[in-house]
């Protein structure tokens, strides 16, 4: 049940464990697997990639975490925040992606970022709640903390009158965040042979 998971704001110190807990979790993800597919090469650089990505939200977004020890984040920006400034995540650490990936699966990832942020600003109104990245530890999958984990947000739009807006990659993904209100915008498949993705947005209630 969501209503037996506790959550917090992330605080400063558990930054390094969640992007630990989000290294493992998008350690299998369909996005991750395509780009590298040899399972030791990824097994390196999807960790540094889920810190860059903690350190940047943690900075610049509104975390949510499990309370006590971190089994589970969802980094959100509010309305305004989107698009990401490239500068601010080029100072939290993303300035080394091209070396971490090389060139040509950078190329391959930048194709399917600015695919989905070209759909992400066309179908999205300018002010909305963005759920940037929602990952639970494997071991805790299943058991209601990723619905625990989004609740505070979609609380506050709704209390705001506003959107939220997500992107996923996972097929059973899509029913989850249907449970919690969200519908399908698109569904399609990146470019370069990418993974079949969906875009999805939640109406305010009440």
């Not at 600015?114 to 999958?141: C, F, I, S, T």
């Not at 947000?153 to 965040?177: I, Q």
């Amino acid at each position: 049940m969501t209503s037996a998971i506790e959550v917090a704001h992330l605080a400063p110190n558990q930054v390094g464990e969640a992007g630990q807990v989000l290294g493992r979790a998008f350690q299998d993800d369909p996005f991750w697997m395509w780009l590298l597919p040899d399972e030791s090469r990824r097994s390196r650089v999807v960790p540094w990639a889920m810190g860059v990505a903690a350190r940047f939200g943690h900075r610049y977004g509104d975390v949510h975490a499990t309370a006590g020890k971190v089994e589970g984040a969802a980094i959100w920006f509010a309305p305004g925040k989107f698009p990401l400034s490239l500068v601010r995540q080029m100072l939290s650490g993303w300035i080394l992606a091209p070396l971490k990936l090389g060139p040509a699966d950078f190329g391959r990832f930048m194709s399917g970022v600015n695919h989905l942020e070209h759909l992400h600003k066309r179908d999205a109104p300018p002010r909305h709640w963005y759920l940037w990245l929602l990952g639970v530890d494997p071991p805790r999958q299943g058991q209601g903390v990723g619905g625990g984990l989004i609740q505070p947000v979609l609380a506050r739009a709704d209390a705001e009158g506003a959107l939220c807006y997500l992107e996923t990659v996972t097929t059973r993904n899509v029913p989850f965040y249907q449970r919690h209100g969200f519908e399908v915008v698109v569904e399609g498949d990146q470019p370069r042979d990418g993974p079949h993705f969906w875009t999805m947005k939640r109406e305010p209630k009440g």
